[in-house]
C-alpha cells in the first residue's frame, strides 16, 4: 500500500532528510515507497543496506548464499561475531531491522543465476550488484538491462574501488565499458590480493547514495562515467564512456 503521510515517528526518524532542501518530505515519501534489491550481503552489501535502511527505503530485498565467516568480519560490517555460521541474509536482516524495524526485508538465502535474478529483479525499482566476481557482475548487468532496471555497479580490489550507475536503454551498461568478462582465474580474488576493509564502507556508501539520488530523482548520476579510486593516494577520478551501439549486451543487434 502506497504511503502518503508520514506518523509522528517518522517525521522525527527522518527530520534530518526533511529539512534537507531538494529532499524534503516528498523526498521521504518517494523512499519509504521504493524497493532495492542488494545482491550480495558482502563488503558492499552491508554499508548499502544499512544506510538505506536508516535512509527509510521501504523495501530492501537482499540475495546472498552463504554464511558469515569470521574472515568476513574485517569488512562485513552489517555482520557480528555472535552471527559466525549463521546465513547471510538473516544476519543482515536482523541488523537492518535492528537500526530500523519499519523496514520491510525479504531475504534470498541463494546465490542468484540468471533464471531466478531475472523473476526478482522484476519486484525491484533498483538493483545495487554488491557481488565480488566478474561472473555476477556481468550477469547482473545482462539481466538488468532485459529486465528494464537501473543498478549501481561496484567493484572493490586491495585499495581501489570502482563504480557507476546503469540506467539501461539510455546510459552505456556495464559491457559497453567492460566488454566480457576475463578469462576464469586471471584475475586473483580477494581472497588471494587482499582488501582493505575500510574501502568497502566508501564504496558502498556512493552506491547506496546513487540509489537514494535516483529514487528521489535529484542530482547528477553515475552514469556514462567510471568513478575510481585510490585509497593509498586519496586519488579519486571519473573516466568518460559512451553507450557502445555494438555492445553484446544492449546495442542494436543484442
Ligand atoms: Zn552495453
Redesign the pocket.
Known sequence: MKKEVLSDIEAKRYARHISLKHFGLEGQLKLLNSKVLIIGAGGLGSPVALYLAAAGVGTIGIADGDEVDISNLQRQIIHSTDEIGVSKVVSAKKSINTLNPDINVITYDTFLDETNMIKIIQEYDFIIDGTDNFKSKFLI?KCC?KANKPFSHGGIQKFNGQTMTIIPHQS?????VFNSPPPEGSVPSASVTGVLGSIAGMLGTIQATEAIKYLIDYGELLTNKLLIFDATTMDFDKVNFQ??PD?????KK?
Open positions: 548487468n538491462v552505456a551498461c556495464y559491457a559497453c553507450k557502445n555492445c553484446k549486451i544492449c546495442g543484442a
